[in-house]
C-alpha cells in the first residue's frame, strides 16, 4: 500500500519531534521541516498529501508556505498551527487556502483525527 | 609659579583623572552586576510568547531607513517581515538611493503605488510615493521612497507614515533576533512610570554564520580588528549601559535598534538632521522634554543580545566609524550644553552628562596631551622610569582586568561564544587590546575633534549625514 | 614583591645626583627635593597594581572554571534530555482507549521503574526531568496531558515542589507555584492562592494565575481589595491564562468597575471584551464619566467593539472635553455602534485641524456604509488638500 505522505512545518523541536514520532507510528510518511525556506523548497521539490504548518515561522513564515503549496497544488489539504490568541492570524491563513487549525497546547489525538478526515475527503 | 610646582600640580592633576576614570569604571561595573542579576532572575519567569500571543500587546512601527542596499534588501526584509511578533508593520524607506533599490523592492513584494495621506508632523524631504504589497502575505510591509536627506531625515519621514503608538527604528543590515521585539516591548508593559525608550544590546556578527538573515552559528571574529572591538562592545554594553539604565541615566540608544513612544519623539520634534549622533541627541532630548514637563519617565535598556551588526573590518573604515561617533558625541554634547551640572535635570544634569564630557569626549585629548607631557618631561630630563613604569603597568594591569571582567559577566549571563578556542581568543585579543587597538581609538577620537573643529567652523552647522559605513565598502 | 620594587625605587632615585647646575637642572633639582609626592604615587600605584594583578588572575581563573563547568552541566542536560524524551514520548502519546490496556498499563510501569532506578537518585536529574515534563505539559492537551499528570504525582515529583514552596527564596516559591499550577496538582491549590497578595510581583502573578485555573470556589479573590498596581505586563499573563478555564466559572467582570483601584477597573473592562458579556454595556457607558483617560478610552473602544447603539449619546457627551487619546477612540466607537445620523459629526471631525482625528474620523465613515462612503467621495474632490488626500487614503482599499 501507498502511505500518505505528510509534511511537518514546526520550528520548535519539541514539537516538530512529537509530531513526526506520533504520525509515524500512525502509518504516515513523515518529512520535517524547522523552517519556512525549507518548507518550500521541500513543497517544490516533492508532493504532499497534507502539510501541517506553524503560523510563527523562520525566515518564510507560515502564510508564505500556506500561499506557495496553494498556488502548487490547490487541493493539497493545510492545517495550521497557532498559538492560542492568535485566531487572527488564522483568519488570514483561511483566506489563503488553509482547511483546518489548532491551537497550542494542542491533543495529539484530536490533531490525528483531523488528519484523517481531510485525507479522507 | 615655578615649573617645579606646575609639573607637581599636572601630576597630581593626571593621576587624579585617572583615580576618578577608574573608580567610575568600577561603581559602574558593580551596579550593572547586580542589575543584570536582577534581570536574570526576574525574566526566568518571563515566557515572551504571552506577549506574541496577547491581544493587550502594543503594536509596533518598525522603520528601517535603506540607502543604495540593492543586493541586500530583499533578504533584509524577508528577515523583518518573519520576526516574532502580532501587531506590526514594517516601513522601509528608500532615502533617494542612486543604485536600484527601490524597484528591487518593488519587483520582489509585488508592491503598487497607494494613495497614502502622509501627515507631516515632522518636516521632511519630499515623499515621491508610498507603496504596498498586492500580495497580502506581505500586507504589513510600507515603503516609502523619498528624496534623499540623510538617515535622519528617512527616520523622520517613517514616523510620519507610521501608524501605531510605538516605533523601533531598526539599520536594515542588521540581523535582529527574532524575539527582538518581544523583548524591547516588555519594560513598556511592566513598568509603572512611564517608559519613553528601550535598547538592547548590539553584538558583532563577524565570522557568525547567518543564513536568510537569520544568525545560525555564532563565533569569534577571525580578524583581529573586529575582536578588539567585541571586547570593546562587552565592555560597554554588560559593564556600562546596564548600570546607566539601573541609575536612570542612560544617553544612549543605539541607532541599531531600540523602540521609541512615537507621541515623546514627535513631541520633541523627532531626529535632528543635523548631526552625525542623531541616536544619542534623540534620547537626550527625550530626557530634556520629559524634564521640562515634570512627567516621570524611565529609559529602559536590557542586557539580551539582540541585534547583530557586521563591524568594520580594517582600520580606514573603522578610523572613519569612529571619527563620526566623536564629532556625534561633541555635537550632542554642544547641543545641550546646558545640561552640565545643572541641578533642574537631576541625575542626567549632575552625572551623566558630566560623565560623558569628561570620561567620552575628554579622555582621548587627556590621554593624547598626557603623553605629550610625559615626552616633555623626558626631554627636560625628568624622566622618572620608574613611576613611569609602575604606571603604566598598573593602568594596563586595570584595563585587562576591566576587559576580562566584562568577558566573565558574559559566561554567567548569555554565554553566546561556545567555543574554548573563541574565549582563548578573546583572552589573547584583550592583553595586547591597550596596547595596539587602544592607542589607535585615541587617535580617532582626537581626529573626530580636529576634524570638528576645523571642518566646520562653528557648531550646529548643517552636516549632512550619510549612512552608516557598510562592511562592503571595506572589501571594495 | 612590591617591597622589593619600592626598595629599588629609594635607591635608583637617591642615586642620580645631578653634576653641573644648569637652568633645566636645577629645575629638576627642585623637583627630587619634594619627590615625596611622587613616591606616595608611586606607593598608590603599587599597591593597585598587585590589586589589580590578583584580580585579573582571579577572574581569569573564574572565567575559566565556570565555563567547564557550565559546558559540562549543559552537556549533561541535553544527554539525558534526549534520553527522558525517548521515555516520555513512547507512553505520552497514547490514544484515550488504549490507556486502560494492560499493555499501556504495563509499558508506563516499566519506564516509571526505569526513570526511579536509572535517574531520579539525585536532585539534579530530578530537577531536569521536572522542567521537561512542564515544557511538554504545555505544548500538549489532552490525554498526552493527563498521562504527564499522573507519571509527575506517581514519580513524586510534586512533593520536591511542594517542599520548595516553604523556601524563603522568592524565585524558588514562583518557581514551584508554577510548575504545580502548571501540572494542575489540586492538592496544593490553598497554598497556592495564599500567594497571591505576596509582596514580589512575579511571585503574586504566578500564584494568581494558579489561583485561576485551579480555586473551584472562588478563583477571582484576588481582584477584591486589591491594592496593588495590576501593569500590563500582568494583565496579560492573567488574560492569557483564563483562556484555560471554562466559561461558566467567569464572573461578571463589571462586579469591579467601582473598584478604587483603577488597574484593576481597566482589567476588567478589558475581560469584558474578551468574554463578550454584553450585559455590562450600561456599566460601560457609566466608566465614561470615569476619572481616568486610560479607562475612559477603554470602555469607548470596547463599546464601540459591542456595537452598543444606545451608548452614542455618551459616547458624544464624552468627547466634549477629552483628550486626543479619548477622541480618537470614541470616533472609532462611533463608527462601529454609529448610525447614519452621527454622519455630519463625524464629517465635522474630518474637516477640523487635527489630522490624526480627521483621518480617524474618515475611517469611521467607511465603515457606516454607504452613506459614509458618499461623503467620503464627495470630501476627496475637497479644496482642502489635507481632508482630500486623508478621503483618497481611506478610500483606496489596498490600503485595508
Redesign the interface.
Known amino acids: 500500500m501507498n502511505l500518505k505522505k505528510i509534511l511537518i512545518v514546526e520550528d520548535?523541536d519539541?514539537?516538530r519531534?512529537?509530531l513526526e514520532?506520533?504520525l509515524k507510528?500512525e502509518g504516515y510518511q513523515v518529512t520535517a521541516c524547522a523552517d519556512g525556506k525549507q518548507a518550500i523548497e521541500t513543497i517544490d521539490g516533492s508532493s504532499f498529501d497534507l502539510v501541517i504548518t506553524d503560523m510563527m515561522l523562520p525566515y518564510n513564515n507560515g502564510l508564505e508556505v500556506v500561499t506557495h503549496l496553494k498556488n502548487k497544488s490547490k487541493e493539497t489539504p493545510i492545517i495550521v498551527l497557532t498559538n492560542?490568541?492568535l485566531e487572527n492570524v488564522v483568519l488570514d491563513a483561511f483566506n489563503m487556502g488553509a482547511d483546518d487549525y489548532m491551537t497550542?497546547?494542542?491533543?495529539?489525538?484530536?490533531l490525528s483525527v483531523r488528519i484523517k478526515r481531510l485525507i479522507k475527503s | 609659579m615655578?615649573?617645579?610646582n606646575t609639573?607637581?600640580i599636572l601630576?597630581?592633576a593626571v593621576?587624579f583623572y585617572a583615580i576618578t576614570i577608574s573608580i567610575a569604571y568600577v561603581v559602574l561595573a558593580l551596579l550593572s552586576a547586580r542589575a543584570i542579576h536582577v534581570y536574570m532572575?526576574?525574566n526566568?519567569?518571563v515566557d515572551h510568547n504571552?506577549?506574541l500571543?496577547?491581544?493587550?500587546?502594543p503594536s509596533v512601527s518598525l522603520i528601517a531607513p535603506a540607502y543604495n542596499e540593492e543586493k541586500s534588501i530583499v533578504e533584509n526584509i524577508r528577515s523583518l517581515l518573519s520576526i516574532h511578533y502580532t501587531s506590526f508593520e514594517v516601513i522601509i524607506v528608500n532615502d533617494g538611493s542612486k543604485d536600484n533599490t527601490l524597484q528591487t523592492i518593488i519587483d520582489a513584494y509585488q508592491l503598487?503605488p497607494?494613495?497614502?495621506?502622509v501627515?507631516n508632523k515632522l518636516n521632511t524631504k519630499t515623499v515621491r510615493a508610498v507603496y504596498?504589497s498586492?500580495n497580502r502575505a506581505f500586507k504589513k510591509l510600507i515603503v516609502v521612497d523619498k528624496e534623499n536627506g540623510g538617515k535622519a531625515d528617512a527616520l523622520n519621514a517613517g514616523i510620519n507614515v507610521s501608524q501605531y503608538d510605538l516605533i523601533t527604528c531598526i539599520d536594515v543590515d542588521c540581523v535582529v533576533e527574532q524575539d527582538a521585539i518581544l523583548k524591547l516591548v516588555?519594560p513598556?508593559?511592566?513598568?509603572?512610570n512611564h517608559v519613553i525608550a528601550t535598547g538592547g544590546v548590539v553584538r558583532i556578527a563577524n565570522s557568525c554564520v547567518v543564513r536568510h538573515g537569520r544568525l545560525v552559528e555564532i563565533h569569534a571574529p577571525k580578524n583581529i580588528i573586529p575582536r578588539y572591538q567585541v571586547i570593546e562592545y562587552l565592555r560597554a554594553f554588560l559593564l556600562g549601559r546596564m548600570a546607566w539604565s539601573k541609575l536612570n541615566g542612560l544617553l544612549l540608544i543605539s541607532g541599531a535598534l531600540g523602540i521609541f513612544d512615537k507621541s515623546v519623539v514627535i513631541a520633541c520634534g523627532g531626529y535632528r538632521t543635523d548631526t552625525v549622533g542623531e541616536d544619542m541627541e534623540l534620547v537626550v532630548r527625550m530626557r530634556k522634554y520629559m524634564t521640562d514637563h515634570k512627567l516621570k519617565y524611565r529609559v529602559v535598556y536590557i542586557p539580551d543580545p539582540l541585534c547583530w551588526t557586521e563591524a568594520p573590518d580594517d582600520y580606514k573604515v573603522l578610523a572613519r566609524q569612529r571619527n563620526r561617533w566623536m564629532r556625534g558625541t561633541m555635537e550632542t554634547l554642544w547641543f545641550h550644553k546646558y545640561l552640565f551640572l545643572n541641578p533642574k535635570y537631576g541625575l542626567l544634569g549632575l552625572v551623566s552628562y558630566p560623565f560623558w564630557l569628561f570620561f567620552e569626549w575628554l579622555a582621548p585629548i587627556v590621554e593624547f596631551l598626557g603623553l605629550l607631557y610625559f615626552i616633555f618631561l623626558v626631554f627636560?630630563?625628568?624622566s622618572?622610569w620608574?613611576?613611569f613604569l609602575?604606571?603604566f603597568?598598573?593602568v594596563y594591569?586595570?584595563a585587562?582586568?576591566i576587559s576580562?571582567?566584562a568577558?566573565?559577566y558574559e559566561?554567567?549571563s548569555y554565554?553566546q561564544y561556545a567555543k574554548?578556542a573563541d574565549?582563548i581568543k578573546f583572552?589573547s585579543t584583550l592583553l595586547v587590546e591597550p596596547l595596539i587597538y587602544h592607542p589607535r581609538s585615541v587617535w580617532w577620537g582626537l581626529k573626530g575633534n580636529l576634524d570638528k573643529f576645523k571642518g566646520y567652523g562653528s557648531w550646529g552647522e548643517m552636516t549632512r549625514t550619510g549612512f552608516t559605513e557598510k562592511p562592503s565598502e571595506s572589501k571594495e | 614583591m612590591s617591597c622589593f620594587?619600592f626598595h629599588?625605587?629609594n635607591i635608583?632615585?637617591t642615586n642620580e645626583v645631578p653634576s653641573e647646575l644648569s637652568m633645566?637642572?636645577k629645575?629638576?633639582e627642585?623637583?627630587r627635593a619634594?619627590l615625596n609626592?611622587?613616591e606616595i604615587?608611586?606607593r598608590v600605584?603599587?599597591v593597585?597594581?598587585v590589586l589589580?594583578?590578583l584580580?585579573?588572575i582571579s577572574?581569569?581563573i573564574?572565567?575559566?572554571v565556570?565555563?567547564s563547568i557550565?559546558?559540562y552541566n549543559d552537556k549533561y542536560k541535553a544527554q539525558l534530555k534526549e534520553k527522558y524524551?525517548l521515555l516520555l514520548?513512547g507512553i505520552i502519546?497514547n490514544?484515550?482507549e488504549e490507556l486502560e490496556t494492560d499493555e499501556f498499563k504495563e509499558s508506563k510501569q516499566r519506564v516509571i521503574n526505569h526513570f526511579k532506578k536509572k535517574y531520579l537518585k539525585n536532585r539534579k536529574n530530578r530537577n531536569i526531568l521536572r522542567e521537561h515534563i512542564v515544557?511538554?505539559?504545555?505544548?500538549?492537551?489532552?490525554?498526552?496531558?493527563n498521562i504527564l499528570e499522573r507519571l509527575y504525582v506517581e514519580l513524586k515529583l510534586h512533593k520536591e515542589a511542594l517542599q520548595e514552596l516553604n523556601s524563603p527564596d522568592w524565585?524558588i516559591q514562583?518557581?514551584a507555584v508554577?510548575e504545580l499550577a502548571q501540572l494542575n496538582i489540586l492538592d496544593a491549590a490553598p497554598k497556592l492562592k495564599r500567594r497571591a497578595r505576596h509582596e514580589n510581583p512575579?511571585l503574586r502573578i504566578?500564584a494568581q494565575v494558579a489561583a485561576l485555573t485551579m480555586d473551584e470556589q472562588d478563583p477571582f479573590s484576588f481582584l477584591d481589595n486589591n491594592r496593588n498596581?495590576l501593569?500590563?505586563?500582568?494583565?496579560?499573563?492573567l488574560?492569557?491564562n483564563m483562556?484555560k478555564i471554562g466559561a461558566e466559572k467567569l464572573p461578571q467582570f463589571s462586579r469591579w468597575f467601582n473598584s478604587p483601584n483603577d488597574s484593576i477597573v481597566l482589567f476588567c473592562v478589558?475581560m469584558t471584551l474578551?468574554y463578550d458579556q454584553f450585559d455590562s454595556i450600561p456599566e460601560l457607558i457609566k466608566l465614561l464619566k470615569h476619572r481616568s483617560d486610560e479607562i475612559i478610552a477603554q470602555a469607548a473602544y470596547v463599546l464601540g467593539e459591542f456595537s452598543a447603539t444606545d451608548a452614542d449619546v455618551n459616547l458624544l457627551n464624552a468627547f466634549v472635553n477629552a483628550s486626543v487619546k479619548v477622541k480618537l477612540k470614541i470616533i472609532e466607537a462611533i463608527g462601529k455602534c454609529g448610525t447614519e445620523e452621527h454622519i455630519p459629526f463625524l464629517e465635522q471631525q474630518l474637516l477640523q485641524n487635527d489630522?490624526?482625528i480627521a483621518?480617524k474620523a474618515a475611517e469611521a465613515l467607511l465603515i457606516l456604509g454607504d452613506d459614509g462612503y458618499k461623503v467620503l467621495t464627495r470630501n476627496a474632490d475637497s479644496p482642502l488638500f489635507?481632508v482630500a488626500?486623508?478621503c483618497?487614503?481611506v478610500?483606496?482599499e489596498?490600503?485595508n
Open positions: 520548535e519539541l514539537v519531534k512529537a514520532f506520533r507510528k492560542i490568541g497550542k497546547p494542542f491533543s495529539p489525538n484530536e | 615655578t615649573l617645579h609639573i607637581e601630576n597630581t593621576f532572575r526576574k526566568k519567569f504571552l506577549i500571543t496577547s491581544p493587550h500587546a503598487v497607494v494613495q497614502y495621506f501627515n504596498k498586492t516588555k513598556f508593559l511592566e513598568e509603572r627636560i630630563g625628568y622618572n620608574h613611576f609602575i604606571l603597568f598598573t594591569f586595570f585587562i582586568t576580562i571582567l568577558l566573565v559566561e554567567f554565554r574554548h574565549i583572552i | 620594587t629599588l625605587f635608583s632615585v633645566v637642572d629645575a629638576t627642585m623637583i619634594e609626592s611622587t604615587l608611586i600605584c603599587a593597585l597594581l589589580f594583578i584580580l585579573f577572574f581569569f573564574t572565567l575559566m565556570a565555563r557550565h559546558k524524551e514520548t502519546f490514544e484515550e515544557l511538554l505539559h504545555k505544548n500538549f492537551a489532552g490525554t498526552s496531558a524565585g514562583a518557581n508554577r512575579i504566578e498596581h501593569t500590563t505586563w500582568h494583565q496579560i499573563n488574560a492569557a483562556n478589558k474578551q489630522l490624526t483621518t489635507a488626500e486623508i483618497k487614503q478610500l483606496d489596498r490600503n
